[in-house]
């Protein structure tokens, strides 16, 4: 028996975007029902953030804010929007309960690398402590929710997929007893989260925890016809070897640990001796995998950081630290070894569907927040950005549901929805995951790897088909946590696809967006926007250029060097 | 590979670790106490260990039985 719902707003996905999209949305007298494949509260990248939440305070200079989140591809006017929101997110999750590090009643905020003046706000214990009180404020203000669902297929007016109609709702199953839930809304509002690779290895450079978003939302919305942006801007993170947390670069950076090679030497040196450690993310990222790849060993060294800090730090980034200590025992005695993570990834930059402020996709009906969309070209997926993005969706949803009707979909959408569901579970003769999803990892590493090439690029396309064709819609699962395995790869290797292709469609190199074939870095090509949309079952590419009122008041310097790999390449070949 | 070790005699079967794991690893035994039912699903983040109020979890990052290159 199916569970049938209806709602006037369908929240997919309890990460911070989704939580304050539904408590705005339930704040303008609508109706909302949240739901989580696994825990709200405990689930997606939020509940295990690295303890800081950047945030603007009134008296900051706004400019500084611009120059430090800025960038060719930001939307300037829009960050100055969101400065206010913030500070305000911040009082509001102090009500809730969330355990900011104060000085007597004070909230402080401390330094971040890439940045000249202090704001992050820290988490006293933590993402998970800031996301079950959000969890706990959202709840109390009436919200519904529903954990352990996860929904797989939008349901439209008009049955079809893509749709000319609206969307009316989405329909999944429940991840324990494999029960069909098909629910019915006024509005739905996407936030599942940004998408890696599900389930990485750890020591691979597949990337980390959560290990179960595997881009369901993104994928979901392109079948719907929403247009995509944003995909090929992800690329390479950073975790600690062998251990599937996250880098903790936002406190460990601005206590004083260092990035030593397996010398002992100070490698960022040779990147950026100005700032070192305090150096921007992308060039961060590309230095570590620059070293690992030469065999150096990049480690994090924390052994000048102080034992005060060091008491701090644990309880900001207890994951972290727990996952570093597990790997080298004393982190005053010993440095971190890291690797980096590569492509197929929206990292925590935020890539999907292309939304308005409101959060309108280009779908009626449909709306999306957080790191599944491009979030307006606004600087990528820090949790004020998330939060924002969420806030000014649920906003615009709870004032456009009022006296909206619901309609409600198909039969016939409903039933084959339905069937395909469940099919893995009634499939007698078909894969299994475990070596198809070692297939794709070993695809990632081995074909598309850091340093792209075309030619690279359509031969991991030609096998990604393959894979998608042949093993993964053959896959067959045992129970329904198993079918949750199966269409999060499924649901991946869409959006993979989609990623590869926008990958190959960039003529320009970035910092850690590096192709070998376009090894210039040309900041003035690379001012647009690609956009992806799935057509005639087939995807459609396309530039748009960006309003030239987006870099107001920071206009884009021209720029066009050879990218820092190919320069240093040049330079070994020299030396040799 | 992470490893969840729980206590036998501290588990009082409360269930709250198997509501709240991220990747949904535990379940009850028929003595309802915690158990890894998906090992190979753990991401080693110790939310079950902090969610327990009886302490009766500790999770291992490195679990000496498994080689690291499995996945
Ligand atoms: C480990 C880590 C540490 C980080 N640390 C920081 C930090 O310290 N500071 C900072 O500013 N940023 C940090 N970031 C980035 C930031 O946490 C994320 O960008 C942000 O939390 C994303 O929020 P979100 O709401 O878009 O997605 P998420 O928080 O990932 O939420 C997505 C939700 O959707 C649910 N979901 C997914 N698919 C489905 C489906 N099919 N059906 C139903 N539900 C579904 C998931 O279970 C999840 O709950 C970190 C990111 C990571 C991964
Ligand atoms: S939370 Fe602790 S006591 Fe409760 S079931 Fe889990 S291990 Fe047992
Ligand atoms: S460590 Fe995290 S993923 Fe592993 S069982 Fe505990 S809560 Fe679940």
């Not at chain 1, 670069?249 to 305090?278: C, H, N, Q, T």
């Not at chain 1, 310097?557 to 040049?570: G, I, K, S, W």
Request: aromatic residues 6%; hydrophobic residues 40%; glycine residues 10%.
């Amino acid at each position: 028996m199916a569970v049938r719902l209806e709602t006037d707003v369908l929240v997919i996905g309890g990460g911070i975007a989704g939580a304050f999209a539904a408590y705005r949305a339930r704040e303008a007298g609508a109706r909302v029902l949240l739901v989580d494949r696994s825990y709200f509260g405990r689930s997606g990248c939020s509940a295990l953030a690295s303890g800081v939440y950047p945030a603007y305070m009134p008296g900051d200079d706004k400019d500084a804010w611009m120059r430090a989140f800025g960038g060719p591809l930001v939307n300037q006017p829009l960050v100055a929007k969101s400065l206010p929101v913030m500070h305000e997110h911040v009082l509001l999750m102090d009500r809730w309960g969330v355990n900011w590090v104060k000085e007597g009643r004070k909230i402080v905020r401390m330094g971040a690398p890439g940045r000249s003046f202090a704001n992050g706000v820290w988490m006293a214990e933590g993402g998970p402590q800031m996301m079950m009180a959000v969890r706990a404020g959202v709840v109390g203000s009436g919200v519904e929710v529903l954990n352990r669902v996860a929904l797989t297929e939008l349901l439209t007016s008009d049955g079809q997929l893509p749709t000319s109609g609206r969307v009316v709702g989405a329909c999944g199953f429940h991840t324990r007893t494999g029960e069909i839930h098909e629910i019915t809304a006024k509005a739905t509002v996407v936030c599942t989260g940004p998408y890696k690779f599900p389930y990485p290895w750890p020591g691979s450079t597949l990337g980390y925890m959560p290990i179960d978003l595997s881009g369901d939302g993104i994928a979901m919305m392109m079948r719907a016809g929403a247009e995509l942006s944003r995909l090929e801007l992800g690329g390479i993170n950073l975790n600690p070897d062998n251990a599937l947390s996250a880098p903790g670069l936002e406190s460990l950076m601005p206590s004083g640990a260092k990035w030593v090679d397996k010398d002992g030497r100070r490698f960022l040196e040779d990147y950026d001796p100005k700032r070192m450690e305090m150096t921007q993310r992308a060039l961060l990222y590309f230095a570590i995998a620059h070293q690992k790849e030469k065999g150096q060993v990049p480690s994090m060294d924390l052994r000048e950081v102080s034992p005060e800090r060091m008491q701090l730090i644990r309880r900001v980034i207890p994951i972290v630290v727990n996952n570093q200590e597990a790997m080298v025992g004393d982190l005053t005695e010993k440095p971190v070894p890291y690797t980096f993570q590569v492509a197929g990834t929206s990292g925590i930059f935020g890539a999907g569907a292309r939304v308005t402020e409101r959060g309108e996709t280009t779908v009626p009906g449909l709306y999306a927040a957080g790191t599944c969309t491009d979030m307006t070209y606004l600087p990528g997926g820090n949790l004020p950005f998330c939060s924002v993005t969420g806030d000014w969706t649920g906003r615009a949803v709870g004032a456009a549901v009022g006296s909206a009707e619901r309609p409600q979909p198909p039969a016939e959408q409903v039933e084959r929805v339905t069937a395909e569901i469940l099919e893995p579970l009634q499939r007698r003769d078909g894969g299994e995951f475990e070596p198809v999803h070692r297939r794709l990892g070993e695809l990632l590493m081995e074909k598309v790897g850091l340093v792209l090439h075309a030619d690279r690029l359509d031969a991991a396309l030609g096998e990604l088909r393959d894979i998608r064709e042949h093993e993964v819609s053959r896959l067959t699962a045992q129970n329904p946590h198993e079918l949750a395995k199966v269409w999060g790869l499924a649901q991946y290797v869409q959006v993979l696809e989609a990623t590869l292709r926008a990958y190959r469609h960039r003529t320009e190199s970035r910092v850690a967006f590096i192709r070998e074939d376009y090894p210039i870095i040309d900041n003035v090509n690379w001012i647009k926007m690609v956009v992806v949309k799935q057509e005639n079952g087939a995807l459609r590419l396309w530039d748009e250029p960006m309003p030239e009122s987006w870099h107001d008041p920071h206009p884009v310097r021209p720029t066009q060097n050879l990218h820092l790999v190919f320069r240093n390449q040049e330079a070994d070949r020299a030396a040799r | 590979m992470p490893l969840v070790e729980v206590n036998g005699n501290a588990c009082t079967g409360c269930g709250v670790c198997v509501e709240t794991c991220p990747t949904d690893v535990l379940r009850l035994d028929a003595d309802q106490k915690a158990f890894m039912a998906y090992p190979a699903d753990c991401q080693g983040c110790f939310v079950c260990q902090w969610d327990c109020a009886y302490g009766a979890v500790r999770v291992h990052i490195n679990d000496p039985a498994s080689t690291s290159d499995s996945p």
